[in-house]
């Protein structure tokens, strides 16, 4: 059974502070990627990687930052959390070669107070 | 997100179809997708279709895929109470994955 999971549910942080969010998954998939989901503008995309050490920009990088270290271990990154980022974040992975099913994390709630 | 584009709302009388629409602007897209968000739960796909059909038929859904005005749509027969949700397109290329904002439906009585 594919697993994608989110190590964090739910956070609860102050403004300033650096959040790691971490993704792992257990399929050896090259594609992954971190969203945040608001009411009315869906999922957007923030960054994502196809392959270890590799990154790309999605549509709202700004104030966020990511690490591909392991193929497994897709990591989000808030260098100083803001009140504009309390959000539910979601990790997704996708085999890059074959087959058409995106495996999601169940999600993570941060609030930043 | 930027590259998919779809309307906020819809609301439909229960018993009739319902069509969701969608724009995309990657044309090197590979599958496209849809998927349902119903209050305080995650996204369940309801179906896919991949870049060379023109359409698919699942029970009571149809997707119709236009590749050349890259318009992709979802269309739910008999629509029911359960079929209220949030509808997600979503477009598929080799290394990215991006979702449009959501279509609410609401269906009345």
């Known amino acids: 059974d594919v697993k994608v999971t989110q190590s964090s549910r739910y956070l609860v942080k102050r403004t300033g502070e650096k959040v790691f969010l971490e993704c792992v998954q257990d399929m050896d998939h090259e594609n992954m990627f971190w969203y945040r989901q608001d009411p009315g503008l869906g999922l957007r995309l923030i960054y994502f990687s196809y392959d270890v050490k590799m990154k790309e920009k999605g549509d709202i990088p700004e104030g966020y930052s990511v690490s591909r270290e392991k193929k497994e271990r897709f990591s989000l990154i808030l260098e100083s959390a803001s009140t504009n980022q309390t959000s539910m974040y979601l990790c997704?992975?996708?085999?890059?070669?074959?087959?058409?099913?995106?495996?999601f994390g169940e999600g993570s709630w941060l609030t930043v107070v | 997100g930027e590259d998919v584009e779809q309307s906020l709302f819809l609301s439909v009388r229960e018993g009739d179809s319902s069509v969701i629409n969608c724009t995309y602007t990657d044309s090197s897209s590979t599958y496209l997708y849809w998927y349902k968000q119903e209050p305080g739960a995650g996204l369940q796909l309801l179906t896919y279709?991949?870049?060379?059909?023109d359409m698919k038929q699942d029970q009571r859904l149809t997707v119709l895929l236009n590749k050349k005005d890259k318009h992709l749509s979802l269309r739910i027969a008999d629509t029911q109470t359960g079929d209220s949700a949030i509808y997600f397109c979503?477009?598929?290329?080799?290394?990215?994955?991006?979702f449009g904002a959501g279509t609410t439906v609401t269906v009345r009585a």
């Open positions: 979503a477009e598929r290329t080799d290394y990215k994955l991006s």
């Open positions: 279709i991949f870049s060379n059909m």
């Open positions: 997704a992975s996708i085999n890059q070669g074959s087959g058409n099913t995106i495996y």
